[in-house]
């Protein structure tokens, strides 16, 4: 469905960058439960709903075709997104879904380097960039995550834990390329744990991203990525989060499994 004149995508008039809003659903929901959660998202969300932000849904792998489906067939405006692939297009890799797997999907974002795949899956940095430059090569967008532990936080080493994960995985990537990236800040202490983050600790991690890429990059590049926060968003947390100085969206795990929440963080 066409958007209604004035509810069309608006940048933020702050830093012309284009907010979005993600959900990742993980490891919940099967195809007919996916079904009725977006069905339900849709009919709570209005026209003018749409104007602030992009909204990516990422169910799981299973579940891509069905909504991919149900996107296209009622023209929702909801971007389709995947949690994982492999870096490999094809072979004997036994239970991996590649790439162009997905994009035949018309998946437009792909999370990569989640910190439960790096500490559940073992996933190093080395896999992450090889996903990163994978995702890219099938004209998707990454949403690469970083973030520190709480010890990590508290021997004061978040500076270089984000720093270090933002240059291994982009710094063999072109900076055309990495202009187009996601970029989202979870600090792994407030992943699931009802523990958020500060708007000044989102901001602050924004901000250190954008100075590593500045590093490797210029500004230009790092003025172009989109960083978004993640790690126990609410309808109650989701505005001063988005109100913070760098941000560009929000990375939404638990929350975006009750339509009502995940509307209600949209709306914020
Ligand atoms: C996530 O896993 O990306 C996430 C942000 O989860 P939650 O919102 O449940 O903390």
């Not at 602030?52 to 909801?78: C, G, K, N, V, Y």
């Not at 992450?128 to 090569?137: G, I, Q």
């Not at 390329?177 to 600090?187: D, G, H, M, N, R």
């Amino acid at each position: 469905m066409a958007a209604k004149k004035g509810h069309e995508l608006r940048p933020n008039p702050r830093t012309g960058r284009y907010r979005l809003i993600s959900g990742n659903w993980k490891m919940n929901l099967n195809h007919l439960e996916a079904i009725q959660l977006v069905q339900k998202l849709y009919f709570e969300l209005r026209d003018v709903d749409y104007g602030f932000a992009e909204i990516s849904l990422h169910p799981p792998a299973t579940d891509l075709r069905s909504i991919q489906l149900l996107i296209e067939s009622d023209r929702m405006r909801f971007s389709l997104g995947a949690q994982n692939c492999y870096y490999e297009a094809s072979g004997a890799y036994t239970g991996e879904v590649s790439a162009s797997m997905l994009a035949k999907l018309n998946v437009r974002y792909v999370i990569v380097g989640h910190s439960e795949r790096r500490r559940i899956f073992g996933e190093t940095d080395e896999v992450v960039a090889k996903k990163l430059a994978a995702v890219f090569s099938e004209q998707m967008t990454p949403i690469l995550c970083v973030g520190e532990t709480l010890e990590q936080r508290e021997e004061g080493r978040t500076d270089d834990v984000l720093m270090g994960q933002v240059r291994a995985a982009v710094s063999e990537l072109p900076g055309d390329l990495v202009s187009t990236l996601v970029i989202a800040y979870e600090p792994i202490w407030a992943i699931g744990t009802g523990r958020v983050a500060t708007p000044d600790d989102a901001a602050s991690g924004a901000q250190l991203i954008r100075e590593e890429l500045t590093t490797l990059y210029g500004e230009g590049v790092a003025n172009a990525v989109r960083v978004q926060y993640g790690g126990s968003v609410t309808p109650i947390t989701a505005a001063e989060l988005l109100e913070a100085e760098g941000v560009d969206g929000l990375l939404v795990g638990g929350a975006s499994l009750d339509a009502d929440a995940f509307a209600r963080i949209i709306r914020a």
